[in-house]
């Protein structure tokens, strides 16, 4: 064997071995990537920001609201504040006086607040809203079926959602007055 | 590095960074450095002295991380940090740990307010859940990638050496082996005495030109490798869990006749929880063997078992619509027999007992002072569990008795004994006094068109039947009046209205109703939705008056909130119903990990009991060489050898390790 023979053999195998490590790189690379990203981007709630909010229809529990039932696809052209809340949660009902002194407001400007209850009977719900004198339509979710459609965890949880449908910000805790405020506007048809 | 250190006197060409020619295995010069042959008498066998190319070329960047990844110390430092790292994750409890009844279960504030700089610290590093912390996971995935190029750089240029060695092996090479033996005058007789005796030993023998290799047990050298490979599936394994399509794990409660949908199956299913069922150990089962044991424990679970019906939704309904609902199936949820369907598993996984299904109040008159009834209502019924049939009724005025009650349906009962406030004295029935507090009877049961008759005691407390298993008719108390009661009514918990009226006019109203009733800063609040500990605050409003008179009312808990009111509640009863908790998995990556394990026990076997074994025997002038190496039980081969020699001139092989120590 001489050296000259041995020259372009050798290189082909270097360039041989160096696509093989590519190759092999590559694909861990690519494994790792997927299960960071797909590991760090599980939420707590099932819906992210920028997704279409998922349509569902319940029973009006307000009495002295005029719609027996609301189904949130008829909202559409509206901003929607979607609150999910119970009685016996603190933090939830802290915030409902927020909710009910800018309610009259925004629902001129186009926007719709609408509380889902996930308490179990409606007896508490009715207690509630004479209690704090609520006039948004509260929700019952009764089968916990729009709970787990938007994989909610703990309470409160608020949806935001713009005329268009689509969920432009979640907030995951209680709300203040001037940060409420501010989400509404977001939402708010122009 | 030129040409010629790698190509060997013997002929053999041998890749870059060869420490020992693949073909004869001679030392290749210039490069013992490598294995650390330099001062060493014996050889370094690692590998086979085979160039493990990551050692060599470090010319390009793909090139610098190859090596890096193909340093098995690396590969032990990632592993003792993911150690360190683990350990360290156990010192404060995970977050999905907090007590329920902390503070705040924000991990945010909860880690800094318990454990103080510490907690924060363990916080901001990730280590409250450091399982899904971005850099153990990343620590974890080297490991993989350092498993993954490790086998590889190692596995391809061993295998090749191996297969490219020649029988005939350099001088230098034999000497320099742990076991080696010179004898001068060897017969050829000898010599196929030997080769026939190492066959016999199932040794595969070479012969080139007089020269032996005898190997054994090749094949064990794979086993490290076979044993990465299925480390790595359950790695991938773990990696294919992360998708929902592959993987989920879900928790859901469910109370006794409730239907909800279950979690992580896109509204899809429904569970209906049709009992629950816990069950202890029975002392006296096993012929009373664990009696004592028992007595000491107290009661021991022997069953938790939710009877449980799937339904599909029908169609396309949106959420909150009352669904279309088709049963799927039906069955028994036991720990460890889960239910399957479709592809969920429900295991039976938590349960809470004695929840409030609904609550019965009877409004007395304050000055009522000992409970004495008025009137029981019986019921009467098969005893027949499957079928359980009503017979009749009939309601026994305690003022004015009869002696026989005839039902409908031709049934008749006779009140034998009656005992108005019934207490138990040496086995037999006694009562206290003629005022009603406690009444309880001795009835004859005689059905229709028959002279014969069940003889039945019935109390308060239930009822016995004289004729024990074989009796067909059951007495039971199914309402009864106190004395100045103005009537009674029950709340039902899933659905409580706003407000009872009474036959007699009278109203009552729910101002306000705590499922799980505590008191908090002085303040009646509900801990959760779930009627644990139901309280009420009632306002009574008697028949002839519009003034509510209001009591707090609860399990254990009777306060009037007005002042002079003449009616008092009072708890007449209240059902119980309990609650299971169903872990929901779906899990497709099961396979994956069982194939891991079968394949990673392969290659521990494979590399722990067989040997790789190698006898060379290299004939020299009159006489030959004898040198063996094996990767493991030294002892094995040399009595390989001994027997392969005996009754032979050769010499027996020499441990040179043992002679430098």
Same mark, same amino acid.
Request: proline fraction near 5%; charged fraction near 25%; glycine fraction near 6%.
């Given at each position: 064997?001489?050296?000259?023979?041995?020259?372009?053999?050798?290189?082909?195998k270097?360039?041989?071995?160096?696509?093989?490590?590519?190759?092999?790189?590559?694909?861990l690379?690519?494994?790792?990537?997927?299960?960071?990203?797909?590991?760090?981007?599980?939420?707590?709630?099932?819906?992210?920001?920028?997704?279409?909010?998922?349509?569902?229809?319940?029973?009006?529990?307000?009495?002295?609201?005029?719609?027996?039932s609301?189904?949130?696809?008829?909202?559409?052209?509206?901003?929607?504040?979607?609150?999910?809340?119970?009685?016996?949660?603190?933090?939830?009902?802290?915030?409902?006086?927020?909710?009910?002194?800018?309610?009259?407001?925004?629902?001129?400007?186009?926007?719709?607040?609408?509380?889902?209850?996930?308490?179990?009977?409606?007896?508490?719900i009715?207690?509630?809203?004479?209690?704090?004198?609520l006039?948004?339509?509260?929700?019952?979710?009764?089968?916990?079926?729009?709970?787990?459609?938007?994989?909610?965890?703990?309470?409160?949880?608020?949806?935001?959602?713009?005329?268009?449908?689509?969920?432009?910000?979640?907030?995951?805790?209680?709300?203040?007055?001037?940060?409420?405020e501010?989400?509404?506007?977001?939402?708010a048809?122009? | 590095?030129?040409?010629?250190?790698?190509?060997?006197?013997?002929?053999?060409?041998?890749?870059?960074?060869?420490?020992?020619?693949?073909?004869?295995? +001679?030392?290749?010069?210039?490069?013992?450095?490598?294995?650390g042959?330099?001062?060493?008498?014996?050889?370094?066998?690692?590998?086979?002295?085979s160039?493990?190319?990551?050692?060599?070329?470090?010319?390009?960047?793909?090139?610098k991380?190859?090596?890096?990844?193909?340093?098995?110390?690396?590969?032990?430092?990632?592993?003792?940090?993911a150690?360190?790292?683990?350990?360290?994750? /156990?010192?404060f409890?995970?977050?999905?740990?907090i007590?329920?009844?902390?503070?705040?279960?924000?991990?945010?504030?909860?880690?800094?307010?318990?454990?103080?700089?510490?907690?924060?610290i363990?916080?901001?590093?990730?280590?409250?859940?450091?399982?899904?912390?971005?850099?153990?996971?990343?620590?974890?995935?080297?490991?993989?990638?350092?498993?993954?190029?490790?086998?590889?750089?190692?596995?391809?240029?061993?295998?090749?050496?191996?297969?490219?060695?020649?029988?005939?092996?350099?001088?230098?090479?034999?000497?320099?082996?742990?076991?080696?033996?010179?004898?001068?005058?060897?017969?050829?007789?000898?010599?196929?005495? #030997?080769?026939?005796?190492?066959?016999?030993?199932?040794?595969?023998?070479?012969?080139?030109?007089?020269?032996?290799?005898?190997?054994?047990?090749?094949?064990?050298?794979?086993?490290?490798?076979?044993?990465?490979?299925?480390?790595?599936?359950?790695?991938?394994?773990?990696?294919?869990?992360?998708?929902?399509?592959?993987?989920?794990?879900? $928790?859901?409660?469910?109370?006794?006749?409730?239907r909800?949908?279950?979690?992580?199956?896109?509204?899809?299913?429904?569970?209906?929880?049709?009992?629950?069922?816990?069950? /202890?150990?029975?002392?006296?089962?096993?012929?009373g063997?664990?009696?004592?044991?028992?007595?000491?424990?107290g009661?021991v679970? +022997?069953?938790?078992?939710?009877?449980?019906?799937i339904?599909?939704?029908?169609?396309?309904?949106?959420?909150?619509?009352?669904?279309?609902?088709?049963?799927?199936?039906?069955?028994?949820?036991?720990?460890?027999?889960?239910?399957?369907?479709?592809?969920?598993?429900?295991?039976?996984?938590?349960?809470?007992?004695?929840?409030?299904?609904?609550?019965?109040?009877?409004?007395?008159?304050?000055?009522?002072k000992?409970?004495?009834?008025?009137?029981?209502?019986?019921?009467?019924?098969? /005893?027949?569990?499957?079928?359980?049939?009503?017979?009749g009724?009939?309601?026994?005025?305690?003022?004015?008795? +009869?002696?026989?009650?005839?039902?409908?349906?031709?049934?008749?009962?006779?009140?034998?004994e009656?005992?108005?406030?019934?207490?138990?004295?040496?086995?037999?029935?006694?009562?206290?006094?003629?005022?009603p507090?406690?009444?309880?009877?001795?009835?004859?049961?005689?059905?229709?068109?028959?002279?014969?008759s069940?003889?039945?005691?019935?109390?308060?407390?239930?009822?016995?039947?004289?004729?024990?298993?074989?009796?067909?008719?059951?007495?039971?108390?199914?309402?009864? +009046?106190?004395?100045?009661?103005?009537?009674?009514?029950?709340?039902?918990?899933?659905?409580?209205k706003?407000?009872?009226?009474?036959?007699?006019?009278?109203r #009552?109203?729910?101002?306000?109703?705590?499922?799980d009733?505590?008191?908090?800063d002085?303040?009646?609040?509900?801990?959760?939705?779930?009627?644990?500990?139901?309280?009420?605050?009632?306002?009574?409003?008697?028949?002839?008056?519009?003034?509510?008179?209001?009591?707090?009312?609860?399990?254990g808990?009777?306060?009037?909130?007005?002042?002079?009111?003449?009616?008092?509640?009072?708890?007449?009863?209240?059902?119980?119903?309990?609650?299971?908790?169903?872990?929901?998995?779906?899990?497709?990556?099961?396979?994956?990990?069982?194939?891991g394990a079968?394949?990673?026990?392969?290659?521990?076997?494979?590399?722990? $009991?067989?040997?790789?074994?190698r006898?060379?025997?290299?004939?020299?002038?009159?006489?030959?060489?004898?040198?063996?190496?094996?990767?493991?039980?030294?002892?094995?081969?040399?009595?390989?050898?001994?027997?392969?020699?005996?009754?032979?001139?050769?010499?027996?092989?020499?441990?040179?390790?043992?002679?430098?120590d």
């Open positions: 064997m001489t050296e000259r023979k041995i020259g372009p053999n050798k290189k082909k270097k360039r041989n071995r160096l696509i093989f490590r590519s190759i092999i790189l590559a694909i690379l690519v494994a790792v990537v997927y299960a960071l990203v797909s590991n760090l981007s599980k939420d707590e709630t099932k819906i992210d920001t920028g997704d279409q909010a998922p349509d569902f229809t319940l029973e009006q529990v307000n009495a002295n609201n005029e719609l027996e609301i189904k949130l696809s008829d909202l559409k052209g509206k901003g929607v504040m979607l609150n999910f809340w119970a009685t016996y949660c603190k933090p939830c009902e802290a915030e409902m006086p927020y909710m009910e002194k800018l309610y009259p407001a925004y629902k001129d400007k186009g926007i719709e607040i609408v509380a889902v209850s996930l308490d179990a009977t409606q007896l508490v009715d207690r509630f809203i004479d209690k704090y004198d006039t948004f339509p509260v929700l019952h979710d009764t089968k916990s079926q729009v709970m787990d459609q938007y994989g909610v965890g703990p309470i409160p949880s608020t949806f935001f959602i713009n005329p268009d449908g689509e969920v432009v910000e979640i907030v995951e805790g209680a709300l203040t007055l001037d940060k409420l501010g989400y509404l506007q977001q939402i048809p122009k | 590095m030129s040409i010629d250190k790698v190509k060997c006197e013997c002929g053999h060409v041998n890749p870059e960074g060869t420490v020992l020619c693949e073909a004869c295995g +001679k030392p290749i010069e210039g490069n013992q450095h490598i294995d042959n330099d001062k060493q008498k014996l050889l370094n066998m690692r590998y086979d002295g160039a493990r190319r990551s050692q060599t070329y470090n010319k390009s960047i793909i090139d991380i190859w090596s890096f990844f193909s340093s098995v110390k690396v590969g032990v430092w990632l592993i003792v940090l150690l360190v790292a683990s350990a360290i994750g /156990t010192i409890p995970q977050e999905q740990y007590p329920p009844d902390a503070v705040s279960r924000d991990p945010a504030v909860y880690y800094e307010g318990t454990y103080g700089i510490f907690g924060k363990y916080y901001q590093l990730g280590f409250h859940h450091l399982y899904s912390s971005w850099w153990y996971m990343l620590l974890i995935a080297l490991i993989g990638i350092s498993l993954v190029i490790c086998s590889l750089d190692r596995f391809v240029p061993l295998y090749k050496a191996l297969k490219r060695q020649k029988a005939k092996r350099h001088e230098t090479f034999l000497n320099r082996q742990r076991l080696y033996s010179k004898t001068e005058n060897v017969t050829q007789e000898e010599k196929e005495k #030997v080769i026939a005796r190492l066959k016999k030993q199932r040794y595969k023998v070479r012969d080139e030109n007089g020269h032996i290799l005898a190997e054994k047990g090749r094949f064990s050298r794979w086993g490290p490798y076979v044993n990465h490979i299925g480390l790595i599936i359950i790695l991938l394994a773990a990696i294919l869990r992360m998708t929902p399509l592959l993987f989920s794990d879900d $928790y859901v409660w469910v109370r006794e006749g409730q909800i949908v279950i979690p992580s199956t896109d509204g899809e299913y429904y569970i209906e929880n049709k009992d629950f069922i816990l069950e /202890t150990w029975d002392p006296e089962e096993a012929g063997k664990f009696k004592d044991a028992l007595e000491k424990q009661a679970a +022997k069953n938790y078992q939710t009877n449980a019906v339904y599909k939704k029908k169609g396309d309904s949106i959420p909150g619509e009352e669904p279309d609902l088709e049963k799927v199936t039906e069955g028994e949820i036991r720990l460890n027999q889960p239910l399957k369907f479709d592809k969920y598993t429900l295991y039976q996984s938590g349960y809470q007992q004695n929840e409030f299904t609904s609550m019965a109040f009877n409004i007395l008159r304050s000055d009522a000992d409970e004495e009834y008025k009137n029981l209502t019986f019921k009467l019924h098969t /005893t027949d569990e499957e079928n359980d049939k009503t017979l009724t009939f309601t026994i005025d305690l003022n004015d008795q +009869k002696e026989v009650y005839k039902l409908d349906n031709g049934f008749r009962v006779q009140v034998e009656y005992y108005p406030d019934y207490y138990l004295e040496g086995g037999k029935p006694e009562s206290h006094s003629d005022k507090r406690n009444p309880a009877f001795v009835f004859f049961v005689s059905p229709p068109d028959s002279d014969k069940e003889t039945s005691f019935v109390g308060l407390d239930g009822s016995i039947s004289a004729a024990g298993e074989d009796s067909q008719y059951q007495l039971d108390i199914e309402d009864y +009046k106190l004395k100045g009661e103005l009537g009674t009514f029950k709340i039902d918990l899933n659905e409580p706003s407000e009872y009226e009474l036959n007699n006019g009278t #009552v109203v729910i101002d306000e109703y705590y499922p009733y505590a008191e908090e002085g303040q009646a609040i509900s801990k959760s939705k779930y009627p644990r500990n139901p309280a009420f605050e009632l306002s009574v409003y008697p028949p002839d008056s519009d003034k509510a008179e209001k009591s707090f009312v609860g399990i808990k009777n306060d009037p909130m007005t002042k002079g009111n003449q009616y008092r509640l009072g708890l007449a009863g209240y059902e119980l119903h309990d609650v299971s908790g169903i872990q929901v998995k779906k899990d497709y990556t099961l396979p994956f990990f069982i194939l079968i394949i990673f026990m392969i290659g521990v076997v494979q590399g722990m $009991y067989w040997h790789h074994r006898i060379w025997i290299h004939p020299k002038d009159n006489g030959l060489l004898v040198a063996a190496h094996t990767n493991k039980n030294w002892f094995g081969i040399k009595k390989d050898i001994e027997k392969a020699i005996e009754g032979t001139n050769i010499n027996m092989v020499v441990d040179q390790q043992e002679l430098e």
